[in-house]
């Protein structure tokens, strides 16, 4: 089974700055689906940036950016210019590609990183 | 982007009684759709993948007796929590797949009293 690992439970940036959040994954597959979601206090959930394993260039959504080490298993989010509306909880979610017909199709999250941004 | 939809947005119910959380897709049509749940403070677990016409795939430690899920057409899902006790006290939220991605209804809270 795959397991997905945020070590950091909240990170703090001044507003304008840069901050990354760390997400590492363990799986035995060679192709699969990296996604970084956004949870606002509202609780929906938000697609940030999705990157696929087979890839090798790094995904980029405006601000957003990811560093995809996939020999290290490896998926950060690097949000630039942070912004007052970035602040929530972010999830790093894994997916396969290979459907087994056991919910092999479903996502396996991290257990979140809560990003507060200091005026 | 695509839409999906949950109602109610919260029910709160006694203990022993059963509780339906409907899901659809409002603007597509998805064959494949996804029950979370999420503890407070917790992140999502995948409790089962929904898909139309057929039987649903529960997680290791989901009981199937107890969340039924029905996937009876291609926009709509539904989840039974049934006998709901104390412990069914969650954030449910579900999602609908479009080929390689997922989108997330805005969730379901439920209180067992």
């Known amino acids: 089974a795959q397991t997905v690992t945020q070590s950091q439970p909240e990170m703090s940036v001044q507003e304008a700055e840069t901050v990354t959040l760390s997400c590492t994954y363990d799986?035995?597959?060679?192709?699969?689906?990296l996604f970084w979601y956004k949870q606002p206090p509202s609780r929906q959930m938000i697609l940030v940036i999705r990157?696929?394993?087979?890839?090798?260039q790094n995904a980029t959504e405006n601000r957003f950016s990811v560093n995809f080490q996939k020999a290290a298993k490896s998926f950060s989010l690097k949000i630039s210019d942070s912004q007052l509306g970035d602040a929530a909880m972010y999830f790093c979610?894994?997916?396969?590609?290979?459907?087994?017909?056991?919910?092999?199709?479903?996502?396996?999250f991290g257990k979140g990183t809560h990003l507060i941004i200091q005026p | 982007g695509a839409v999906v939809s949950q109602h109610p947005s919260w029910v709160i119910c006694k203990s022993g009684t059963s509780v339906k959380i409907e899901c659809r897709s409002l603007?597509?049509?998805?064959?494949?759709m996804f029950w979370y749940r999420q503890f407070p403070k917790q992140s999502l677990m995948l409790m089962a993948t929904?898909?139309?016409?057929?039987?649903?795939?529960?997680e290791q430690g989901v009981e199937k007796d107890k969340f039924l899920i029905n996937h009876a057409s291609l926009t709509l899902s539904t989840l039974t929590v049934t006998s709901a006790h104390p412990e069914d006290s969650s954030f449910y939220i579900c999602?609908?797949?479009?080929?390689?991605?997922?989108?997330f209804g805005p969730g379901t809270r439920l209180t067992v009293l």
């Open positions: 990157q696929e394993a087979y890839k090798q």
């Open positions: 799986t035995s597959e060679s192709d699969y689906y």
């Open positions: 929904s898909n139309e016409g057929s039987k649903a795939t529960y």
């Open positions: 603007d597509f049509q998805a064959t494949t």
């Open positions: 979610a894994y997916r396969s590609t290979m459907y087994s017909g056991g919910g092999a199709d479903g996502l396996t």
């Open positions: 999602s609908a797949r479009i080929l390689n991605e997922q989108f």
